[in-house]
T-cell receptor, first 113, second 111 residues
Framework: NAGVTQTPKFQVLKTGQSMTLQCAQD?????MYWYRQDPGMGLRLIYY???????DKGEVPNGYNVSRLNKREFSLRLESAAPSQTSVYFC????????????FGPGTRLTVT | QKEVEQNSGPLSVPEGAIASLNCTYS??????FFWYRQYSGKSPELIMF????GDKEDGRFTAQLNKASQYVSLLIRDSQPSDSATYLC???????????FGGGTRVLVKP
């Protein structure tokens, strides 16, 4: 039982490049979330999916897109990376379609130069 | 005013003492409250949640909730060096189904 997994662990992009961050959970959770964490800013919600087939914007969605591929997988895409998107990205999941107890993946450390 | 506020610390605590962390929130209708521990370079780990006013104990951790005063606290008894981490307070807002996180309190337990 791996919990929440994320790939890749590290990534360096040049400005304007695109990439997709992958997230998968094996806990049969309904809801999944993408956060970014920056020094002094705490965790900020980018997008979330309350259930399979639905996605909604969080606090900082600009520059990102998401896909809830199935119940297990929720991906985050950066279409044209900018230095302001340098951050650590965490995926999380929860059983209920509410904030409730969220469980986090190990994170992806992204640097955009 | 931030929605969820925490003192950034560091909170320096001698080994064996009680560490007391506080968190205040602005949305009076908030329903659920969570404490996460995050070691440097690692992901947040859920350690406590509390939904009702009063105290909730789990091992060396006690969460305290006072909805009237809009604060939630975390006590760590018999603090150990392994408790040195950043502790994040998170609040489930009444208006939706998302968590809002505070900036975290860094705790240093000194042997």
């Amino acid at each position: 039982n791996a919990g929440v997994t994320q790939t890749p662990k590290f990534q360096v992009l040049k400005t304007g490049q695109s990439m997709t961050l992958q997230c998968a959970q094996d806990m049969n959770h309904n809801s999944m979330y993408w956060y970014r964490q920056d020094p002094g800013m705490g965790l900020r919600l980018i997008y979330y999916s309350a259930s399979e087939g639905t996605t909604d914007k969080g606090e900082v969605p600009n520059g990102y897109n998401v896909s809830r591929l199935n119940k297990r997988e929720f991906s985050l895409r950066l279409e044209s990376a900018a230095p302001s998107q340098t951050s650590v990205y965490f995926c999380a999941s929860s059983e209920t379609s509410g904030g409730r107890e969220q469980y986090f993946g190990p994170g992806t450390r992204l640097t955009v130069t | 005013q931030k929605e969820v506020e925490q003192n950034s610390g560091p909170l320096s605590v001698p080994e064996g003492a009680i560490a007391s962390l506080n968190c205040t929130y602005s949305d009076r209708g908030s329903q659920s409250f969570f404490w996460y521990r995050q070691y440097s370079g690692k992901s947040p780990e859920l350690i406590m949640f509390i939904y009702s006013n009063g105290d909730k104990e789990d091992g060396r951790f006690t969460a305290q909730l006072n909805k009237a005063s809009q604060y939630v606290s975390l006590l760590i008894r018999d603090s150990q060096p392994s408790d040195s981490a950043t502790y994040l307070c998170a609040v489930e807002r009444a208006a939706g189904n998302k968590l809002t996180f505070g900036g975290g309190t860094r705790v240093l337990v000194k042997p």
